[in-house]
């Protein structure tokens, strides 16, 4: 009887979610076939294809071509130890982890590459960026 009323007063739930969201397709870094002050814009259009964001600096075009990757991770656990009362305690816990690949290209007026960055990072500095 002792463990029917300890099962009772202890059973409780825990539930453990993980969730995972994708926004723009693979980021490679450039390789020769951008050329600083060689390349087009028109090129890297036929090259890279449409980049996720334009904008325009002064004149001048920036390209950005982006990958994020964003993980949530969620613990919760419930315990009615008092549910007769009316009252119960529960914890949860959870974090996120955000990825990302950014290459960003910037064009002169007369539409040639002038500058390019390529980043991987995450949301969390002290952890190396992961693969997807």
């Not at 449409?50 to 071509?65: F, K, N, R, S």
Request: charged share 20%; hydrophobic share 40%.
């Amino acid at each position: 009887m002792p463990i029917l009323i300890a099962g009772r007063l202890l059973g409780g739930c825990v539930t453990y979610q993980v969730g995972r969201s994708l926004e723009g397709t693979d980021v490679v870094a450039p390789g020769d076939e951008l050329q600083v002050g060689k390349t087009t814009l028109e090129d890297t259009l036929a090259l890279l294809g449409a980049p996720t964001t334009l904008v325009e600096l002064e004149g001048q075009d920036l390209l950005l071509y982006q990958k994020t990757v964003m993980r949530q991770k969620r613990l919760s656990v419930g315990l009615p130890l008092l549910d007769a009362l009316g009252t119960s305690i529960s914890f949860s816990a959870s974090g996120n982890r955000v990825n990302y690949d950014t290459l960003a290209l910037f064009f002169t007026p007369d539409g040639i590459l002038r500058q390019v960055v390529f980043e991987k990072g995450t949301s969390q500095p002290y952890k190396k960026p992961t693969s997807d």
